[in-house]
């Protein structure tokens, strides 16, 4: 059994503010987003998912039921989606109890990003972030979330980093010890994973995967949405090219 989870309860104001379905479902050259992340774990092997809803958590429910995939969805209830992601995680205790994909239901990425972060060898207590040490590429580097490290391990986590090596693809792999910090940092105003993962690095138990040439882009504005739509013509629903011109950015997550 191989598992992942994806955090889908947020609101996603930034770019689907006033429609009447969550950004998950947001189109990107006809396909919603989550489906394309749900196809891409399909085809990695992955057999269980685990799908934090919120915000219009029926209506994305209901459009997944309809879905033709190969995958086991449970879907876990977060009624603290105003609060910052690291809480949505936390919804999946019980879900995450062994090494596990996490995701963002607004990343699109290559398969070859997922096998970097699941080669890596994890420890029971440990957690891995496939990062991209090509900052020059990235598409929006003022929202990107930046990343310092040393060796293969984290040592700060922030999007206002004045320093840093590589950016966060919001591809990870984690086992209960990273809730396990997120429990012990979260508050009345909730947690965010940053928060959690600079909590594990500061243990020296957050790593890093260095995802090489291989595609992503984090879909979170209109101007992002149009980068995600331009990649997929450019290269397939799965940003796989044969070869990636160096002229060519990504976004950034």
Known sequence: M?????????????????????????????????????????????????????????????????????LRLEYIWNDEYDKPNGTSLLKAKSFVTEPTFLLMSDHLWSPSLLTAVEAFPLQDDEAVLGVDYNIARCFDIDDATKVRVQGDRITAIAKTLPFYDCLDTGVFRVTPALLEELEAVNGESGCSLSQGVQALAKKGRMHVANVGSALWVDVDTPAAHAEAERLIALYGSTLTPAAIPAAHAVAGA
């Open 2 to 70: 191989k598992k992942a989870v994806i955090l889908a309860a947020g609101k996603g104001e930034r770019l689907v503010n006033g429609f009447d379905f969550p950004k998950p479902l947001k189109r990107v050259a006809g396909v919603p987003l989550i489906v394309r992340i749900l196809r891409n774990l399909e085809a990695a092997g992955v057999t269980d998912v685990g799908v934090i809803v919120g915000h219009l958590g029926d209506v994305l429910i209901e459009s997944l039921e309809r879905q033709r995939l190969n």
